[in-house]
């Protein structure tokens, strides 16, 4: 089974391990954008979202930029979904028909069990290394 994620949310993630391995600096959006061959017009969104939750900075001006605001060990990958999506499983709604609750109650379970899982991977983890496994959700 293959769990398909948003480009928006491909860009965050790719965006926030660019800053997070740079975090002796401050990157340029237009840096960013080369360094993961992304659109600097989506990208400034997707970064303006990150900044608005509180996991990156921004700084005006000549030598400005975009920069880490907190430790990567201390931003889960829960809070970078939830900047810039709603969640990785949709609200389920229960509609009329004799199997619907049972239904939306399993996905609901399985969300929940899904956001542990995101609030427990950090983006230290999704920087990966040799002896770190890079996390695909």
């Known amino acids: 089974m293959e769990v398909k994620i948003s480009q928006k949310l491909e860009y965050a993630c790719r965006a926030t391990v660019q800053l997070a ?7 340029r959006l237009e840096e960013i954008a080369q360094r993961e061959k992304v659109s600097s017009n989506f990208l400034v969104q ?18 400005g930029g975009y920069f880490m605001e907190r430790n990567p060990e201390d931003i889960s990958l829960y809070e970078i979904i939830k900047a810039v999506n709603s969640g990785v499983v949709a609200d389920v709604t229960v509609k009329d028909g004799e199997s619907a609750q049972s239904v939306a109650s399993l996905w609901i379970k399985i969300s929940s069990e899904i956001d542990d899982l995101l609030k427990k991977t950090s983006l230290q983890d999704m920087m990966g290394n040799e002896d770190t496994y890079m996390y695909y959700i």
């Not at 391995?21 to 990157?27: F, V």
């Not at 990156?56 to 001006?61: C, D, E, T, W």
């Open 46 to 63: 997707i970064l303006n979202a990150l900044r608005s939750a509180g996991i990156i900075q921004s700084k005006r001006g000549k030598h």
């Open 21 to 27: 391995r740079s975090s002796d600096s401050i990157l």
